[in-house]
């Protein structure tokens, strides 16, 4: 018998806890993007730092939701047999891959740490968010993950 909502194991009171976290990395690694094309246009280290910071901070918040993610996919075989969530739990780890070589890159001296090669991560980050925040929408929305009704 199969599920007709395949429930969300990590969550708190029925909520579930990884589309909780999900926002918190979507801004901040979108904000890197932001500030370092302000870094790029104005050259104001002060950008370059922020960007770092948001990087860190998007880090910690991915991983936390990549954790409770990784609890609801391995705890339920009907999760993993929706079609969106390989391809999301594959592009979320790129994208957190992706992010950590950022912070790196953006751990080197201001201007070498943004251009380019910081800014084009920041870019194909974004990129990959918006594909797999797709896909995350499509297993809620579509598919009724972790839906209570």
């Known amino acids: 018998m199969s599920e007709r909502n395949p ?3 990590a969550s708190i ?3 579930p806890i990884h ?4 926002p918190f990395p979507i801004v901040c690694f979108t904000g890197a993007l932001v500030t370092d094309i302000v870094y790029w ?3 104001d280290i002060m950008w370059s730092n922020f960007s770092a910071w ?3 901070v998007g880090l910690i918040m991915g991983g936390l939701a990549a954790l409770a993610g990784l609890v609801d996919f391995l705890s339920s075989r009907s999760i993993r047999a929706q079609a969106p969530a390989w ?5 979320n780890v790129l994208v957190l891959g992706l992010s950590l070589l950022n912070a790196f890159v953006h751990s080197r001296d201001a201007w ?3 251009v380019p090669t910081g800014l084009v991560l920041s870019a ?3 990129l990959l968010i918006c594909v797999t925040g797709w896909l995350g929408w499509s297993m809620v929305y579509r598919h009724r993950v972790g839906v209570l009704s």
Do not use: E, I, N, Y
């Not at 589309?19 to 999900?22: E, H």
């Not at 391809?87 to 592009?91: E, I």
């Open 7 to 9: 429930p969300s194991k």
């Open 13 to 15: 009171a029925g909520h």
């Open 19 to 22: 589309p909780m976290l999900v």
């Open 41 to 43: 246009q104005t050259a």
């Open 54 to 56: 948001l990087l860190t």
């Open 87 to 91: 391809p999301h739990l594959l592009g």
């Open 112 to 114: 070498t740490s943004v």
């Open 124 to 126: 194909v980050v974004v």
